[in-house]
C-alpha cells in the first residue's frame, strides 16, 4: 500500500509523497483555514496517511474529520529509550527527532541538523544515532511577524544582508540587526558544536533554509535537504512498523 506523509507544523501543513526516490508537495496549507486541506487528504482515502505533529489541536480535529482507518501517526514515545538523551522527552516535538534521525541515516555518522521553520532548532545526533538535544530560537518569519505587529512604524524589508556596514537606511539596519544577527547566532551555536564534534555533518531544512545557507556558505560545508522532514517520517514508520 502506498503511503502519504502529513507534517503538520507550527504555521502550516504539508501533505507529500514518494515516488521512487523523489518527493512530490501535493498540498501545503496554512493552519488558519482546514477545510480545503480536509478535501485534498479524503481524495487520497486509499493511501495509508502518516501523520507527524506538533500541534496536538490540529491533530485532533484532523483525525476527527477524515474518517478513515489507515492512519498512523508517528509520536515521540515511539523514540527507543536508548536512543534519546534529554531531560523532558514528553515536551519533546518530534519533529526534531525526525529531521536528525533523517540525516544520521544518510551520513552514517554524527549529524547537526538546522531546521529553519517558523522556530529554528540546531539539533545533534551522535554516530551510534542518539539525539543529544540542541537549542530553539525564533525563525527569520517570526522575527519578521514580530517586527510587523509590535514595531508598526518599522518597514519589514526584503531577506537581504546590505553590502555596506552599517546599515545607512532604517531598512538596511532591521536587515543588519535582524536578519544577520539570525544567521550570525546560528553561526555560532554551530562552531560551538563543532568545538566538540569536528567531524558533524551539516544538514538544513525548512523554509528559510536556503537564506541561511547562503549565509553560512562561506564558513561551513552544508547540505540543504528540503524533504529531510518527509524522509525522516518514512524511515521513522518503517522502524516502527518492524516493532509493532
Known amino acids: 500500500m502506498k503511503s502519504i506523509y502529513l507534517d503538520i507544523g507550527n504555521s502550516s501543513l504539508k501533505l507529500a509523497s514518494e515516488e521512487k526516490g523523489n518527493w512530490k508537495i501535493l498540498l501545503k496549507h496554512p493552519l488558519n483555514d482546514l477545510d480545503s486541506a480536509i478535501s485534498v487528504i ?29 492512519v498512523t501517526v508517528l509520536d515521540a514515545s515511539q523514540i527507543p529509550k536508548n536512543r534519546l538523551n534529554y531531560d523532558t522527552p514528553d515536551t519533546l516535538g518530534l519533529d526534531r527527532y525526525l529531521v536528525c534521525y533523517a540525516a544520521r541515516n544518510l551520513a552514517n555518522k554524527s549529524v547537526i541538523v538546522i531546521d529553519a521553520g517558523s522556530a529554528c532548532t540546531i539539533d545533534f545526533m551522535n554516530r551510534s544515532g542518539t539525539f543529544e538535544g540542541g537549542i530553539i530560537m525564533p525563525g527569520l518569519g517570526t522575527l519578521k511577524s514580530t517586527i510587523s505587529e509590535k514595531l508598526p512604524e518599522l ?4 531577506e537581504e544582508i546590505p553590502v555596506i556596514f552599517p546599515g545607512k537606511s532604517t531598512a538596511e539596519s532591521i536587515q543588519w540587526g535582524a ?5 550570525e547566532s546560528v553561526k555560532q551555536f554551530l562552531l560551538k558544536y563543532l568545538q566538540e564534534q569536528p567531524d558533524a555533518e ?39 512498523s518492524k516493532q509493532v
Open 202 to 240: 551539516i544538514f538544513i531544512t525548512g523554509g528559510d533554509a536556503r537564506f541561511l545557507s547562503h549565509q553560512l556558505s562561506k564558513d561551513f560545508k552544508i547540505e540543504i535537504r528540503e524533504f529531510l522532514h518527509f524522509e525522516g517520517m518514512r524511515d521513522f514508520y518503517e522502524l516502527t
Open 42 to 70: 479524503k481524495q487520497k482515502s486509499k493511501d495509508r496517511l502518516v501523520i507527524s505533529s506538533v500541534r496536538k489541536d490540529i491533530l485532533n480535529w484532523i483525525l476527527s474529520s477524515v474518517g478513515r482507518e489507515i
Open 179 to 183: 536578519y544577520r544577527g539570525y544567521a
Open 155 to 158: 518597514p519589514v524589508p526584503p
